[in-house]
């Protein structure tokens, strides 16, 4: 395709977009890297925050190239980037890279040859095959979250609001809270953002937000895990079956032949697969135990939507509980929280956390070290209470 094409899409890309807002990850990124890599959710600002990138960047316009792989027909990427380089292109900037095949062998080429800076995004599903492209010891890759509680805040009134360490609000959260109510009061925004705030397209369009977000969600299911992993079509309603039967469930306690026979497969390890296809495309998150370690086949303790939208997109009702712990594990890394035999989670290796409403009270933790109660429904905690809004100050 003639760089024209593609310049053409560029400038096109750039004025579709607005620029006003930087997400957290900015300041997070070493951009000093040759080859860095941006994953996570469909919908969660991947394209909005590379063509900030792209447009900030100080290099002339002639030296950078912005495409969309799922949406231009290529030959090949190294060839792209080798014509690019050849005409003084520096800085190459690769949209939705897991809608092509090989990315990884490409990827590795453009690396190891050519004099120029590649950033690329990719779906949470984005599997990178170590053993074809060898791209553990090149890329660096960043997981992009949706929306905070503080980010949509940010949004919704244009007023900056500080993000806080896990340590800070575990040591300082009754200053902390003083601080942010000084210039907000959170409850006024919560509702909203537990519904609709976690992803940033909901400011595009807040009437056709539910509707866009089923349509995100069936994407992922129906385009993305298909196109990453191995699994057949007619499969994919199972998929859908599993999301809905964790939806309407308290922080699902998975009972496996029970769940095995209401999505139709008697195979535990294909269910298993189907858990983690949901969790790298960002609608699953899994609790496992530690001890069990990571493996796929290792049955997760509880199961979980990705965040608390989904809950509202899917469900016509949503259990109370069960969204304090999806708003909970929804502000974490995936690696950070592991299932607790007192509490709900375990943070960090270090910290058992009890979650709840107002009034939970600390009976089931009373005698762990390091523990706390997070509680819904407070302004400000007290001692190793701690209100639930204030983890969406984390980032």
């Not at 997400?23 to 000093?32: A, G, I, P, S």
């Not at 080859?35 to 960047?57: D, H, M, P, V, W």
């Not at 998150?285 to 509202?312: C, M, Q, W």
């Not at 375990?346 to 762990?368: A, C, H, L, M, P």
Request: charged share 25%; hydrophobic share 35%; aromatic share 14%.
């Amino acid at each position: 395709m003639p760089f024209q094409t593609l310049k053409n899409y560029q400038a096109s890309y750039l004025n579709m977009y607005d620029f006003s807002y930087k997400r957290y990850l900015h300041n997070k990124v070493d951009f000093t890297q040759k080859l860095i890599g941006i994953i996570g959710a469909r919908g969660s600002g991947k394209t909005t925050f590379l063509l900030q990138y792209l447009k900030e960047n100080k290099l002339p316009f002639s030296k950078k190239l912005y495409f969309s792989a799922d949406s231009i027909s290529l030959d090949s990427l190294f060839d792209v980037a080798y014509k690019f380089s050849r005409s003084g292109g520096k800085l190459l900037i690769i949209d939705e890279i897991h809608k092509y095949k090989n990315f990884e062998i490409e990827l590795k080429k453009i690396y190891d040859m050519l004099d120029m800076q590649i950033i690329f995004s990719g779906s949470s599903a984005l599997k990178l095959d170590h053993a074809k492209g060898d791209l553990s010891r090149r890329a660096i890759i960043y997981q992009m979250k949706g929306l905070s509680f503080r980010e949509f805040i940010e949004l919704k009134t244009d007023i900056e609001l500080k993000a806080y360490t896990l340590e800070d609000i575990l040591t300082n959260h009754e200053d902390i809270a003083y601080e942010i109510l000084e210039k907000i009061k959170p409850f006024e925004y919560w509702d909203e953002y537990i519904k609709y705030g976690y992803y940033p397209f909901y400011f595009e369009n807040q009437q056709t937000y539910p509707i866009r977000l089923k349509e995100t969600i069936n994407t992922v299911v129906e385009v993305d895990i298909p196109s990453i992993f191995s699994i057949d079509y007619d499969k994919i309603i199972n998929l859908k079956k599993l999301i809905e039967l964790v939806c309407l469930s308290n922080p699902f306690k998975i009972n496996i032949k029970e769940l095995s026979t209401k999505i139709g497969t008697k195979d535990y390890a294909t269910l298993y697969r189907y858990m983690e296809y949901l969790k790298r495309g960002k609608i699953f998150n899994l609790l496992r135990a530690k001890s069990k370690g990571d493996s796929i086949l290792v049955k997760p303790e509880k199961l979980y939507l990705a965040n608390t939208n989904l809950h509202f997109a899917y469900c016509n009702q949503s259990e109370v509980g069960t969204v304090r712990e999806v708003f909970f594990m929804s502000m974490f890394e995936d690696n950070e929280l592991e299932s607790s035999k007192n509490g709900d989670f375990i943070v960090k290796d270090i910290y058992t956390i009890e979650v709840g409403g107002k009034n939970k009270s600390f009976k089931q933790i009373k005698d762990i070290k390091n523990s706390f109660v997070v509680a819904d429904d407070i302004e400000v905690g007290s001692g190793n209470k701690i209100p639930l809004w204030l983890f969406g100050f984390l980032y």
